[in-house]
């Protein structure tokens, strides 16, 4: 006996982080969610955690350069929000693990903003990328829309050659 896993299970890891990636998500469990990170991140997660205001300041931008272990602390609630954690739940995960995509049904935040999530695998490519689509609409007195919007954050996971996850990095579209 060699030791190592059968390929299939090694193939099955992926889905099973996933689903330990999402309870400790929603347990707010950051030791466990941290376990799938490695610091500094890459991506746009300044821009998702930071006001726009603060983005556009000058003087932030040198701090901006890397998003460290303790950045990750502070604003561990911004980037899991409530409309990350409500949408990952609904995943369904034997499903995505079987179809390689999923997406859930849409949440209604309020009578103007909705949001879900997509799931997707790509075996070719050992990704796996969560989008949390949202819109809103913005209406006036008389019920016209005056402005309008819509966006997705995408979390993007490394499926490494052990079978299980590395988060790689966030997103902005929109």
């Not at 799938?36 to 556009?56: C, R």
């Not at 990350?84 to 903003?113: C, G, M, N, P, W």
């Not at 209406?139 to 790689?168: A, C, M, P, S």
Request: net charge neutral; proline share 2%.
């Amino acid at each position: 006996m060699s030791g190592s896993l059968p390929a299939d299970s090694v193939a099955r890891l992926w889905i099973e982080d996933l689903r330990l990636f999402r309870d400790a998500v929603y347990k707010n469990d950051t030791a466990t969610v941290k376990r799938f990170f490695k610091f500094p991140l890459e991506g746009d997660v300044w821009f998702l955690v930071l006001p726009e205001k603060e983005l556009q300041s000058n003087s932030n931008k040198k701090k901006w350069t890397a998003f460290t272990e303790k950045d990750f602390n502070r604003y561990y609630q911004k980037i899991f929000s409530t409309r990350f954690v409500k949408a990952f739940l609904k995943v369904k995960s034997e499903e995505l693990y079987q179809k390689s995509d999923y997406e859930t049904i849409e949440i209604r935040e309020s009578a103007t903003s909705t949001y879900k999530m997509q799931a997707s695998f790509d075996e070719e490519e050992r990704k796996l990328t969560l989008y949390l689509n949202f819109t809103s609409i913005e209406k006036d007195e008389q019920g016209e829309i005056i402005d309008g919007g819509e966006g997705t954050v995408i979390y993007v996971f490394r499926v490494l050659k052990n079978g299980h996850l590395q988060f790689e990095k966030i997103m902005m579209a929109g």
